[in-house]
């Protein structure tokens, strides 16, 4: 009785279903650890479901009152209102969606470019390695963003996929070089040797060798160029090189700046810094939320490893 119940159990038993859950108990377990991880996390899932939810709250022509321009600080409003008399705080939750995806879609394709472009030349070496340093280098050398408002005049950026196509085809040259330094130490580690002794593929060793110890890096990075892509993409907007057609926070502050006054007004100043707070709350939650991160991919970091 006592066998075939163990059998049973043995046969229901899923390794990789036990892997999962063994991942996401630690990820929680290193997110709740410390307080600030915890506030990072908070902070991140809240500004989500605003880039979720947000334009499902409110209409796609946010309503404007006449009697309430520049409105201060209340329940009603808030974060105040604009030059219309549109809540503020309508606009960064509505503006959150575009900002969100754009920029995570940026740190998606940088993150993609970059590893498997220096995986490849950190393993193959030979012309491979030549030719992806050698376009690695051109990005390096080259200001981001500076290029990003050239190529502004040349695309249309209005969708979120567009944005975050250049973002991350103007970013991944850090990312690439770091990847292929830390490929050519692992390449030559013994267990690499072992696998190409086995006869195994080029592409096997690299994706299910080397690409998992490289994870570590890879995690932090993500969420540091959604960062970088998030500033990038608010910075073109106030610039005024991308249509306006969509809202986004760097909308707000080309308005606020150029159009509304709100550097010499102090009654518009909420409509100024409304942006900026958000900006600075979205960018702590990542900061903190960075440590956590970086513990859950690397176990040699947890206290009760």
Request: net charge positive.
């Amino acid at each position: 009785m006592g066998t075939t119940s163990t059998m049973k159990s043995i046969k229901q038993f899923n390794p990789k279903a036990y892997q999962r859950q063994s991942f996401w108990r630690a990820a929680w377990k290193a997110i709740s650890r410390k307080p600030g991880r915890l506030v990072g996390f908070i902070i991140i899932v809240i500004f989500t479901l605003m880039a979720i939810v947000g334009p499902y709250l409110f209409p796609k022509e946010l309503p404007i009152d006449p009697n309430a321009i520049y409105a201060p600080l209340s329940w009603k409003y808030p974060l105040g209102t604009d030059f219309e008399g549109t809540s503020n705080l309508a606009l960064i939750i509505t503006g959150a969606r575009y900002v969100l995806l754009a920029a995570a879609l940026g740190a998606l394709f940088t993150v993609v470019f970059g590893t498997v472009l220096g995986l490849v030349a950190g393993y193959f070496l030979g012309w491979s390695d030549s030719v992806i340093m050698r376009i690695t280098d051109f990005f390096l050398t080259v200001p981001s963003f500076p290029l990003l408002v050239v190529l502004s005049t040349v695309w249309n950026f209005g969708h979120p996929l567009a944005m975050g196509f250049i973002l991350g085809i103007t970013g991944w040259g850090g990312m690439a070089r770091a990847v292929r330094s830390q490929t050519l130490s692992l390449r030559e580690r013994g267990f690499i040797e072992a696998a190409r002794g086995l006869g195994l593929s080029p592409f096997y060793i690299l994706f299910r060798e080397i690409l998992p110890n490289v994870s570590s890096y890879i995690g932090m990075n993500l969420l540091t160029s959604i960062t970088g892509c998030i500033y990038a993409e608010v910075g073109l907007f106030f610039l005024g090189v991308v249509p306006f057609h969509v809202n986004n926070w760097g909308v707000m502050l080309n308005m606020a700046v150029f159009s509304a006054g709100a550097m010499s007004s102090p009654s518009a100043l909420p409509y100024l810094l409304s942006p900026l707070l958000a900006l600075l709350i979205l960018t702590l939650g990542i900061v903190l939320f960075l440590d956590a991160v970086d513990e859950m991919f690397n176990p040699r970091l947890r206290e009760d490893a």
